[in-house]
């Protein structure tokens, strides 16, 4: 497979420019034009490396590079920008890019700039085969549920509602993941507290409880779920469907 690149230009001119140039030089390239469309093509696709626009509609370039760090925080990035200032490179290198290039540039040299970074970054084609294969696992698979208008990926412990993600701490994930696995049963807080705090004492409890409050808010915006209390009991995710 040809390594991948994921550009997000909001000028159609450029945009199909550099698509045609880099596909001629051997990359596999996905144009996408705001920063809302982007996020959804890196999350279909994990490309090697992505090539962002700054100033776009719907999600700036800034914006888009923090969530895709959120997901994959090794992914490579090329900021393109027609700002030259000091504080605008030192914003996008601080966000973790790799590079900024300012506008208008060569093709060349914006080539010469991903070829040194997948070098630098260890990236080839025998490295992107091998980790396909182990993301696409049915195992690995088990750990991705879809909850209401949310999917929640455990290994990337993120939450995803439409374009927004939420980064998730171990604790939220290993307790989200145990109420995904038993959706509108009862998990006993015995249960929950020793498979996940490996003790079910009182600090551990009080521990719990917070941590449901979290994942409460993090899951409001989609009112067909509750995380119910069962006085005495546990807990329950519900999910509820309204005709």
């Not at 084609?125 to 455990?154: P, Q, R, V």
């Not at 989609?222 to 005709?243: A, C, Q, T, W």
């Amino acid at each position: 497979m040809d390594r991948s690149i994921l550009l997000v230009e909001d000028d159609p001119s450029l945009g199909m420019i550099l698509k045609e140039y880099l596909t001629i030089k051997g990359y596999n390239v996905e144009l996408a034009i705001d920063g809302e469309s982007g996020l959804n093509a890196f999350l279909k696709n994990r490309p090697h490396l992505c090539i962002i626009d700054i100033m776009m509609p719907k999600k700036d370039g800034f914006e888009l590079a923090k969530d895709i760090k959120i997901v994959d925080n090794l992914v490579p990035i090329i900021f393109l920008s027609a700002k030259s200032g000091i504080h605008d490179k030192i914003k996008g290198l601080s966000i973790g890019a790799d590079d900024y290039v300012i506008k208008p540039f060569i093709a060349e040299e914006l080539l010469l700039r991903i070829e040194a970074i997948l070098r630098r970054t260890g990236i080839t084609d025998a490295t992107f085969n091998e980790s396909y294969t182990i993301n696409s696992n049915k195992d690995i698979n088990k750990n991705k549920f879809k909850i209401g208008e949310y999917i929640f990926d455990y290994n990337l412990r993120i939450l995803q509602f439409n374009t927004s993600l939420q980064a998730l701490t171990s604790k939220e994930c290993e307790l989200l993941r145990l109420l995904c696995m038993n959706q509108n049963i009862l998990v006993t807080r015995e249960k929950a507290l020793l498979m996940i705090w490996g003790d079910n004492n009182y600090f551990n409890g009080r521990s719990m409880d917070v941590f449901i409050t979290k994942l409460r808010k993090h899951l409001k915006s989609d009112p067909s779920l509750e995380i119910v209390n069962v006085h005495g009991s546990g807990y329950k995710l519900m999910i509820h469907r309204y005709e």
